[in-house]
């Protein structure tokens, strides 16, 4: 991808009128904000971390696999996202030396698995993260390690082992010795053969070793090694290399990681991937080589594990994080992983930094996250705070509030609500089921029953009623060929008017490997109601297990091919069923599974290539016969965005495009209520039409990374909530899009625009049972509940815009300062009045005087007119609020509250007018002679009477006086604040206070006589 486009400005979409034209881009209605749920508390593949102590403070720079850059300066207490503009695939770190402002980031993850991300050059920061500069390598898509020249900080080597899917010209190391203006490739074997790693002599800079690496991944097979691998040094900076062989094994290597003792530069440690790959030390500067005793644990899937660091002071003591983590006391002739308590490290591990000025402390990155380690790696603790978890997919179910399910990259299945009193923490996730998680769908019938799968298809129903869990995958009959399960094999979902032999409801359950299979009884009988609906290409079939080309094996279904991908029943009709393929067919059934027609060959017309991997079909809830695909050529090296639609049924097709799509595309959604209004999730973004795919825009003003990696979308029906499953930032909400869908339908031409406001029942935000502060994580907050505005501006109001409330007397009770921002604005109405006039004097602070000063009652149930004032017009809606008896919010309640509440309002407010008369009166005798004996006593007993009902003695927060204006107050917030009136016999206090407050305004009378 070329610079230029990565800062394109934004897309707009022309919104036409007779009177002139309005764009509008995402900025528009970025109060649509998402709202993050995490998680943290499982987190996510951590692929780059670096530190530096700076000004007395630990500052960490951690990369992730499809999160971004992550930044702590407290030595990883809590986190920050420094990178959400850009790439979320990172492979890469460098902080120059002595310098924490400077950071080099290279885009593109080398831990070469089937669902890694790609990225698209390499990046630098100047100030500690806040800006960012793409300083080249656009091309070389995964970047694997970066060094800056200890002796020259301008002088930077970067190892690109280039493309995963393709040849490419763009791989090897690369050299600029002016901090990334120019580069230069000092080191290339050929279009298959990447550089994986690098290091640097730490005395003598001009010598260095690189590791190249010849390797491919396809759809269907993954070949690590070849005749392009080896192990080079140069002692010249990079301009000559001589091949390291002596002591080395014969024949192909695969993946080669190397590391130098900093304790013994002479010294050099590599893992070679070799038919039979083992560990290698070097104590000539890599000139002849010793094998060391290694094991399983330190040598396996060496093309996902290449990690190996030399503690930076012992000489001796060296580790190899893999699977798990492994250390060394002898310089690797024996290796122990003994863990001696904590939290025991998640398995895969990709990167370790040791704290150079102390090496007790290390941190730990995994394919779940960060752990850190005081005493060298034998105890660890987690650090719960880093959303950064991978979905691969994400459903929901219709509880109140509604449950949040998906399956997370090597990190099990999930749920948690959609919203919890105090927001939803690490604490409200729960598990259900293990693996790497890819579907988790709840039952349309039985919220207690879940059904979730692991990778090859290992589907399993968990019951909540029981916590037990059972395996319900569909197993081979006579007749099938072996089934062929997708490495994220679908589970989906669909209506039935049908019932079973009891006369019950059921619902239609899918799953499928090569063959369609559906279940109405919760899985525990299968039928197959499709042939093979692949290509069945046997030259894409068991390639992994055929190991061909491949140095070392790795067969864990990810190449499982010529497999079903996705499936989607209509929603109106059960006998209509879409059918998409990993090789490119589009089947479609009209009769429930009894006849099929490819209908692949119309999108093939548009400009999509053949055999594209259908990633997802989505049918219109408006429009049967209109259709939406999304395909996914990546593996192909094709990372260009393909989407289509049909109106037809499938019979012929339009492509989308835009000069606003990156990343290949994972599925497309259109809204339930308004067909113009689209959702396109692809693995650099989210992308929204607002007229029916027609133009597009880039999501960057709704709280998201902007290259999100958007691997699902759902719209909860009840809610309207637009639910989003990224690859690395967890699960986001866009409550309500309701608001986006009156933006479509408006004439944006309009100055402004006041949208009609839905009826309200009583409703607040629950504030408990909440998880304890030391165990909440990542808090990703909660929705809220209150009647909420909606207002349009044409362009920005210099003047401000006001709100203004109005009772069924049509007398004013409330004013609320907008926003003036161009586009969607929202405001929200607390249901509560303008606050009481409090009779002022005295010290206030963290009193409830001070409180009530802010704080309105609550109004009644009733219809009520609400004014915006922008620009010297006037825009006029209604809005009902309606009692909630099922929230214990009855009418006759709120009544009671509300005049209860009221009759202390009036309280302040009368007392107010006493006081304040008061203090003028006394204020008017102050101006003659104070001397007089007569004015003297004057001013004396209303100075007493004011202390008798005024706290004028109080000096601070912890010393009180309890008068009669605290008293008021007290007991004005407590029934403000509450959610019920009082009781009979409390409510007489409210009836003391009245009464006492006639005594005191009959004796203010008497002294001002």
């Not at 998402?34 to 530096?52: C, K, Q, Y």
């Not at 935000?765 to 990542?778: F, M």
Request: proline share 5%; aromatic share 12%; glycine share 10%.
């Amino acid at each position: 991808m070329r610079l230029k486009n990565i800062f394109l400005g934004l897309f707009t979409i022309g919104v036409l009128s007779v009177s002139a034209q309005t764009t509008i881009n995402s900025s528009y209605f970025q109060v649509m904000g998402a709202r993050p749920l995490g998680p943290s508390t499982m987190s996510g593949r951590i692929t780059a971390i670096e530190g530096i102590t700076s000004d007395g403070q630990l500052n960490l720079y951690v990369g992730t696999a499809g999160g971004g850059i992550w930044k702590s300066q407290n030595g990883g207490l809590s986190f920050s996202p420094l990178f959400d503009k850009y790439c979320q695939s990172i492979g890469a770190l460098a902080i120059e030396p002595g310098n924490a402002k400077v950071v080099y980031a290279g885009t593109g993850e080398s831990n070469t698995r089937n669902s890694v991300s790609y990225g698209d050059g390499l990046y630098k920061t100047t100030d500690g993260g806040n800006n960012w500069q793409k300083i080249g390598l656009d091309s070389t898509e995964r970047i694997s390690k970066i060094i800056v020249d200890p002796s020259d900080k301008k002088t930077v080597y970067v190892s690109a082992p280039g493309p995963l899917w393709n040849a490419s010209s763009h791989r090897g190391l690369y050299k600029t010795t002016d901090g990334g203006k120019t580069w230069n490739k000092i080191l290339y074997v050929n279009e298959e053969t990447g550089c994986a790693d690098i290091a640097i002599h730490p005395t003598k800079p001009s010598t260095l070793f690189a590791s190249m690496w010849q390797f491919r991944r396809k759809a269907y097979a993954f070949s690590s090694g070849g005749s392009g691998s080896g192990l080079f040094k140069s002692t010249d900076g990079g301009k000559t290399w001589n091949k390291l062989t002596k002591g080395l094994p014969e024949g192909d290597y695969g993946r080669i990681v190397i590391t130098i003792n900093p304790s013994k530069p002479s010294e050099l440690m590599a893992i070679v991937e070799a038919k039979v790959s083992g560990i290698f030390v070097s104590e000539d500067e890599g000139e002849t080589w010793i094998k060391k005793p290694s094991n399983e644990n330190l040598t396996a899937r060496p093309f996902y594990f290449s990690t190996l660091v030399y503690d930076p002071k012992d000489p001796k003591r060296v580790y190899r994080p893999a699977y798990d983590f492994q250390f060394s006391n002898d310089g690797g002739n024996s290796w122990s992983g003994a863990f001696t308590g904590g939290v025991p490290p998640h398995a895969d591990h990709h990167a370790l930094w040791i704290n150079p000025n102390n090496p007790e402390m290390m941190f730990l990155g995994t394919d779940g996250g960060i752990y850190t380690s005081t005493n060298r790696g034998t105890a660890w603790s987690f650090l719960n705070n880093l959303p950064v978890g991978q979905f691969y997919h994400v459903s929901t179910d219709n509880q109140v509030p509604y449950n949040v399910y998906g399956g997370l990259q090597d990190n099990n299945s999930w749920m948690a609500p959609s919203s919890a009193p105090g927001g939803v923490t690490a604490v409200d996730w729960r598990w259900i089921n293990g693996g790497d998680g890819f579907w988790v769908q709840p039952s349309l019938l039985n919220s207690k029953i879940i059904f979730s799968e692991s990778q090859g298809g290992e589907i399993t129903k968990v019951d909540l009623s029981t916590g037990l869990s059972y395996g319900v995958r569909p197993k081979k009959l006579d007749g099938d060929d072996e089934h062929r399960w997708n490495w994220n094999t679908p589970i989906v979902m669909g209506t039935s008017k049908k019932k079973n032999a009891a006369g019950k409801p059921v619902y239609n359950l899918y799953t499928a490997a090569q063959y369609l299979f559906k279940s109405n009884d919760d899985g525990k009988n299968w039928e197959r109601i499709s042939p093979d609906l692949t290509t069945n290409d046997p030259n894409k079939i068991n390639q992994a297990e055929k190991n061909t080309g491949s140095i070392t094996g790795d067969n864990t279904s990810a190449e499982n091919h010529c497999t079903i991908f996705t499936i989607t029943q209509d929603p109106k009709n059960e006998n209509i069923i879409w059918v998409g393929t990993d090789d490119g067919n589009l089947q479609l059934t009209t009769d429930g599974g009894k006849t099929w027609q490819n209908k692949a060959a119309g999108i093939w017309k548009t400009g999509v290539p053949e055999k594209t991997w259908i990633s997802s079909i989505e049918i219109s809830s408006l429009d049967s016969k209109r259709i939406y695909v999304t395909l996914d050529n990546h593996m192909y090296g094709d990372m260009r965005t393909y989407a289509v639609m049909s109106t037809d049924g499938g019979n012929t097709w339009k492509k989308f495009s835009s000069s606003e799509f990156t990343g290949f595309a994972h599925v497309i959604r259109e809204d339930i209520k308004n067909e113009k209004l689209l959702f396109l999730g692809t693995e650099m973004g989210l992308f929204i039409s607002l007229d029916g795919g027609n133009n597009w825009m880039r999501s960057k003003y709704q709280n998201m990374p902007w290259y999100n990696m958007v691997r699902d979308i759902k719209i909860q029906p009840q809610t309207n909530d637009l639910v989003i499953g990224s690859h690395g930032r967890g699960i986001y909400i866009i409550d309500n899009i309701q608001p986006l869908r009156e933006l479509v339908k408006s004439d944006v031409n309009q100055p402004v625009i006041f949208y009609p406001i839905q009826n309200f029942k009583y409703e607040y935000s629950p504030q408990y049972p909440r998880p304890a502060d030391n165990l909440v994580g990542w808090n990703g907050g909660s929705n809220g509940v209150a009647p909420t505005f909606y207002y349009y501006l044409k362009e920005r109001s210099n003047s401000g815009v006001k709100i203004e409330i109005y009772d069924a007397a049509n007398k004013k009770i409330k004013d609320i300062n907008g926003s003036s921002s161009k586009g969607l604005n929202r405001v929200y109405w607390d249901l509560t009045i303008n606050a009481p006039k409090v009779a002022q004097g005295g010290y206030i602070a963290q009193s409830s005087v001070l409180f009530s000063s802010v704080i309105g009652p609550k109004v009644d149930i009733g219809k009520y007119k609400v004014v915006v004032k922008a620009d010297g017009k006037e825009y006029v809606q209604n809005i009902q609020l309606d009692a909630n008896p099922a929230k214990g919010l009855d009418a006759v309640s709120i009544n009671s509250l509300y005049k209860q509440s009221m009759r202390l309002y009036n309280l302040h407010e009368r007392l107010f007018t006493v006081i304040d008369s008061l203090d003028k009166t006394v204020k008017l005798i102050s101006k003659g002679d104070t001397t007089v004996p007569a004015v003297k006593e004057k001013l004396s007993k209303l100075d007493s009477f004011k202390r008798e009902i005024v706290e004028l003695n109080r000096k601070s927060i912890f010393f009180d006086e309890f008068k009669y204006r605290r008293r008021v107050s007290d007991l004005y917030v407590s029934v403000a604040n509450g959610l019920e009136p009082l009781s009979a016999s409390q409510e007489k206090g409210i009836a003391v206070l009245e009464d006492q407050f006639l005594v005191f305004q009959k004796r203010f009378f008497e002294l001002i006589k």
